[in-house]
C-alpha cells in the first residue's frame, strides 16, 4: 500500500505570494495533521482535520489554513509569505482521530518551502 | 504547557557501542510517548512508542521505558550500526488532544 503523499516535494516563491500544498493520506485514514519543522527543530503542529472537521488548530496566523476533501485528501494553503514560512511542511495521517497512543501517525516525506 | 526536552546533539558513537539518547516531558495526566527517526533526506517515522507507565516500547534493537516517577522515555540501543545515523525526535501526545508536541531532536552520527 502506498504511503502518504505529498506534493510539490520542493517549492520556491517570493514574499507575499500563495501556496497550496497537499496531502493524500494511507488508504482508509481519515485523519490528516499538518506539521511545520524549521531547519534544526522538531515540527510544529499547524492542524488536524477529520472526517473534512478541523479538529485542532496550533499557534499559527489566520495566513495559514486548510481543508479537507471527501476523499480524505487535504490541502494546506499560506497566503502572504513571509521569510519565516522557509521550511518542511509534513503531512500525517491516521486511521482516526489521533487521541492517545493507539492512533500513530504516518508521515510523508514532506515538502521544503523556500521563501526568497 | 505540555512539553519533550532532548538531550543536544549530535551524539557521536562508534560503531558497537551503547547508545542513550535522554528525553523527559512535562505533562498533566497520563501522555502517550513515542520515539520518531529522520533519516537523511526522508520524512519521519515512528520507532516505538509507549501508552502507559511502565510499558518498554521496542523496534529495530531500540528500546525505551516509559518512566513516570521521572517523567522520562530515554532511548537505548545496545549495539549501534553506521546505518542508524539519523535524527530521533520524542514526541507526546495526551488523550485529551490531538497534537503531537515533539523536542527538538537529536542528531546520532555513527563511525565506522
Known amino acids: 500500500d502506498a504511503g502518504v503523499t505529498q506534493s510539490p516535494t520542493h517549492l520556491i516563491k517570493t514574499r507575499g505570494q500563495q501556496v497550496t500544498l497537499r496531502c493524500s493520506p494511507i488508504s482508509g485514514h481519515k485523519s490528516v495533521s499538518w506539521y511545520q519543522q524549521v531547519l534544526g527543530q522538531g515540527p510544529q503542529f499547524i492542524f488536524q482535520y477529520y472526517e473534512k472537521e478541523e479538529r485542532g488548530r496550533g499557534n499559527f496566523p489566520d495566513r495559514f489554513s486548510a481543508r479537507q476533501f471527501p476523499n480524505y485528501s487535504s490541502e494546506l494553503n499560506v497566503n502572504a509569505l513571509l521569510l519565516g514560512d522557509s521550511a518542511l511542511y509534513l503531512c500525517a495521517s491516521s486511521q482516526r482521530v489521533a487521541a492517545g497512543g493507539n492512533q500513530p501517525q504516518h508521515f510523508g516525506d514532506g515538502t521544503r518551502l523556500s521563501i526568497l | 504547557g505540555n512539553s519533550v526536552t532532548q538531550m543536544e546533539g549530535p551524539v557521536t558513537l562508534s560503531e558497537e557501542a551503547f547508545l542513550t539518547i535522554n528525553c523527559t516531558y512535562t505533562?498533566?495526566?497520563?501522555?502517550?510517548l513515542f520515539w520518531y527517526v529522520q533519516y537523511p533526506g526522508e520524512g519521519l517515522q515512528l520507532l516505538l512508542k509507549?501508552?502507559?507507565a511502565d510499558d518498554k516500547g521496542s523496534n529495530k534493537g531500540f528500546e525505551a521505558t516509559y518512566r513516570k516517577e521521572t517523567t522520562s522515555f530515554h532511548l537505548e540501543k545496545g549495539s549501534v550500526q553506521v546505518s542508524d545515523s539519523a535524527v530521533y525526535f520524542c514526541?507526546?501526545?495526551?488523550?485529551?488532544?490531538?497534537?503531537?508536541?515533539w523536542g527538538a531532536g537529536t542528531k546520532l552520527i555513527i563511525k565506522p
Open positions: 505533562a498533566t495526566g497520563y501522555p502517550s
Open positions: 509507549a501508552t502507559k
Open positions: 514526541a507526546l501526545i495526551k488523550d485529551s488532544n490531538y497534537q503531537l508536541i
